[in-house]
């Protein structure tokens, strides 16, 4: 039966991301040529050269996510620690940044294969942590910048309030719509 009324066409899919598209096939690129690289250097030396590069690559790895672990609980505690004695914590020390860059290279250090052990090396660098951190950075500030009202860009940038001397305020937002019924009163935030 009709009734001249068109039939609801259905929803078009979101258009699929760029990196959905060929993070996978970035990844099946990875894994063959570090199997390709390791069956080089096999082939060129023997199997235990290979085990023992392997292995080396593993135990440094493990050293530094231990080391760079280590770095940030210590940071943590003396930011706890001077917070709690009415100090304000200083501004970034030059030596607190990077932790989690090198705990990444630390991690692919772990990974076995050729091609993630340089780049982990690679990671290590602090003129190299540098320039990666500052890249991501401007890249997320980027993102948030393009962010569309509603997603969740959108809120961070929605939350962010600051004083006049710079410094980010803490704070909630509560919408009193009409006809909502008064909520009991919220505890006050701490800092």
Do not use: C
């Amino acid at each position: 039966m009709t009734t001249g009324a068109q039939t609801p066409r259905s929803p078009a899919r979101p258009r699929r991301s760029r990196l959905r598209t060929f993070l996978p096939l970035g990844i099946a690129a990875w894994l063959v040529l570090e199997i390709w690289l390791l069956t080089l250097v096999a082939g060129a030396s023997s199997g235990l050269a290979v085990f023992l590069v392997l292995l080396a690559g593993f135990i440094l790895g493990s050293v530094v996510i231990k080391r760079a672990g280590r770095r940030a609980f210590r940071n943590l505690s003396e930011a706890v620690q001077q917070q709690q004695s009415g100090v304000m914590p200083a501004a970034a020390r030059p030596n607190s940044e990077g932790n989690g860059l090198m705990m990444l290279g630390g991690l692919l250090l772990m990974i076995p294969g050729l091609v993630s052990d340089a780049v982990g090396l690679l990671l290590l660098l602090p003129p190299v942590q540098k320039a990666v951190s500052r890249s991501a950075e401007r890249t997320f500030e980027r993102k948030l910048r393009e962010a569309d009202p509603g997603t969740l860009g959108g809120a961070f940038q929605q939350a962010r309030m600051y004083r006049p001397d710079g410094k980010v305020v803490q704070g909630e937002v509560i919408r009193d719509e009409p006809g909502d019924t008064p909520q009991e009163p919220r505890p006050p935030l701490t800092h």
